[in-house]
């Protein structure tokens, strides 16, 4: 059993910044394959960033290409995600979640753990 945590989330000004990070619980975290999602209000949860188990494959959504980056910390059993360039559409509850295999994906089902959920909300 694998257990999430985020972190750093909050209100920010269009423009600006935040790191969020998510904390695991286990001693095979270097084994799972991570990612983050989020969910705006009336909509369905989406794919933001993936990242393999040791950190060399990551993968995008479009819609933060270039503004966001996800990275880990394997010593730490932490996973990041770097947000730039924030933008009002970037509003939306943040999750964290883990797939018992070391390889990237997109799809939110194929991913066996979740926190709870952080807010970022991005003002105009």
């Known amino acids: 059993q694998v257990q999430l945590v985020e972190s750093g989330g909050g209100l920010v000004q269009a423009g600006g910044s935040l790191r969020l990070s998510c904390a695991a619980s286990g001693r095979t975290f270097r084994s799972y394959g991570m990612g983050w999602f989020r969910q705006a209000p009336g909509k369905e949860r989406e794919f933001v960033a993936v990242?393999?188990?040791?950190?060399?494959?990551?993968y995008y959504a479009d819609s933060v290409k270039g503004r966001f980056t996800i990275s880990r910390d394997n010593a730490k059993n932490t996973v990041y995600l770097q947000m730039n360039s924030l933008k009002p559409e970037d509003t939306a509850v943040y999750y964290c979640a883990a797939r018992r295999y070391y390889s990237t994906s997109k799809y939110e089902n194929e991913y066996d753990y979740w926190g709870q959920g952080t807010q970022v909300t991005v003002s105009s």
């Open positions: 990242i393999s188990g040791s950190g060399g494959s990551t």
